[in-house]
C-alpha cells in the first residue's frame, strides 16, 4: 500500500513557540493532502484540505493564522501550529490522495503528538 | 446532510469468536465506503473500501464488510477474532456534497478481544 510518513511523532513545546509537522508521501505523489485533529478517545476531526501549489481549504471554526498549511511539492505538506497553547495539545494526523479510478483511498501517516507546557 | 453512524462504543468477543462491528450511513447518491483501524498512538490503517460491484468485499487482515443497501449499512466482519485485532476502527464515507475527496468519519468502536 501507499505509505505516508510523519514527522516528528512526539514534540513537546513551550507555550508561545511555534511547531512544524511535516507529511510525506513517500511512494508516490499526492496532489492533495488532509489535516486531522483526534481528542482523546474521539473521532477524527477534519482542520484543512491541502491542495498542491494552492492555499489550502480550512473547516468552519479553525484558525487558518493559527494552523498553517502549506503543499508546496507532490510529496510534502507541512501544518505549523504558531504561538502554541496548552489548548493546542493534540494528536494530529495528515493523509494523502491515492488517485486511481474510483478508489481515491485516502493513507494516512502515523500521527504527530503535541503537548504545550 | 451525510453522516455516518457507528452505534456502539465498544464490541467485545471472545477471541476465536465470529465479530461484527457495525456501521450504517446517509449520503446521496451511491456511497463510496471505508472502513480504517487504528492502533495507541498511530495513524489509521486501510481496511476495506465499497465503491460497487459485489456487496461483500474482502480486504486486509482477514477483515470482510458486507454492504447493505436497503439498510444503509455497511457491517465490519471477521469469521474468527485474534486477540491482535484488539484495536480502534473507523467506518468513513467520502462526502460527496463537497466535490473534494474528504471523508466523514464515524466515532468510532473500540474493538476488545478477549483471550
Known amino acids: 500500500g501507499a505509505v505516508v510518513s510523519q514527522h516528528p511523532s512526539w514534540v513537546i513545546c513551550k507555550s508561545g513557540t511555534s511547531v512544524k509537522i511535516e507529511c510525506r508521501s513517500l511512494d508516490f505523489q499526492a496532489t492533495t493532502m488532509f489535516w486531522y485533529r483526534q481528542f482523546p478517545k474521539q473521532s477524527l476531526m477534519l482542520m484543512a484540505t491541502s491542495n498542491e501549489g494552492s492555499k489550502a481549504t480550512y473547516e468552519q471554526g479553525v484558525e487558518k493564522d493559527k494552523f498553517l498549511i502549506n503543499h508546496a511539492s507532490l510529496t510534502l505538506s507541512t501544518l505549523t501550529v504558531t504561538s502554541a497553547h496548552p489548548e493546542d495539545s493534540s494528536f494530529y494526523i495528515c493523509?494523502?490522495?491515492?488517485?486511481?479510478?474510483?478508489?481515491?483511498?485516502?493513507?494516512f501517516g502515523a500521527g504527530t503528538r503535541l503537548s504545550v507546557l | 446532510a451525510q453522516s455516518v453512524a457507528q452505534p456502539e462504543d465498544q464490541v467485545n468477543v471472545a477471541e476465536g469468536n465470529p465479530l461484527t462491528v457495525k456501521c450504517t450511513y446517509s449520503?446521496?447518491?451511491?456511497?463510496?465506503l471505508f472502513w480504517y483501524v487504528q492502533y495507541p498512538n498511530r495513524g489509521l490503517q486501510f481496511l476495506l473500501k465499497?465503491?460497487?460491484?459485489?456487496?461483500l468485499v474482502k480486504g486486509s487482515y482477514g477483515f470482510e464488510a458486507e454492504f447493505n443497501k436497503s439498510q444503509t449499512s455497511f457491517h465490519l466482519k471477521k469469521p474468527s477474532a485474534l486477540v491482535s485485532d484488539s484495536a480502534l476502527y473507523f467506518c468513513a464515507v467520502r462526502d460527496m456534497d463537497s466535490g473534494t475527496y474528504k471523508y466523514i468519519f464515524g466515532t468510532g468502536t473500540r474493538l476488545k478481544v478477549l483471550a
Open positions: 493523509s494523502a490522495i491515492v488517485y486511481g479510478g474510483a478508489l481515491n483511498i485516502q493513507y
Open positions: 465499497y465503491i460497487t460491484g459485489d456487496n
Open positions: 449520503v446521496s447518491g451511491n456511497p463510496y
